[in-house]
């Protein structure tokens, strides 16, 4: 059984700093893209960063800057370490893992999916 779960959320003031984890389990995930997404109360699933299996990265503009992905094929985990956050990045942050080695920007592209850890940044 496939699971992946994250770690490290919280309440931070703005300007802070957060480190999310996402460890993933039943399957290897070396050659698998995988990515972040977040989720705020009444808004879609939306896009924050992507990795594919060779760690080229890709971010959403809201977050370029700001946020990096990175992985550890031998821990089966990938990160997000964030910077300078700001009231609008709070949101339930979740992991996803892709079946393939690359992949884009919409949920559809991932298969595999943590229970999220929640982001709140106060102002």
């Known amino acids: 059984q496939v699971q992946l779960v994250e770690s490290g959320g919280g309440l931070v003031q703005a300007g802070g700093s957060l480190r999310l984890s996402c460890a993933a389990s039943g399957r290897p995930f070396s050659r698998s893209a995988m990515a972040w997404f977040r989720q705020a109360p009444g808004e879609e699933r939306e896009f924050v960063g992507g990795?594919?299996?060779?760690?080229?990265?890709h971010y959403a503009d809201s977050v370029k800057g700001r946020f990096t992905i990175s992985r550890d094929n031998a821990k089966n985990s990938v990160y997000l370490q964030m910077n300078s956050l700001k009231p609008e990045d709070t949101a339930i942050y979740y992991c996803a893992g892709s079946a393939y080695d690359t992949a884009g920007v919409t949920t559809s592209d991932y298969h595999y999916w943590g229970q999220g850890t929640q982001v709140t940044v106060s102002s």
């Open positions: 990795i594919s299996w060779k760690s080229t990265t």
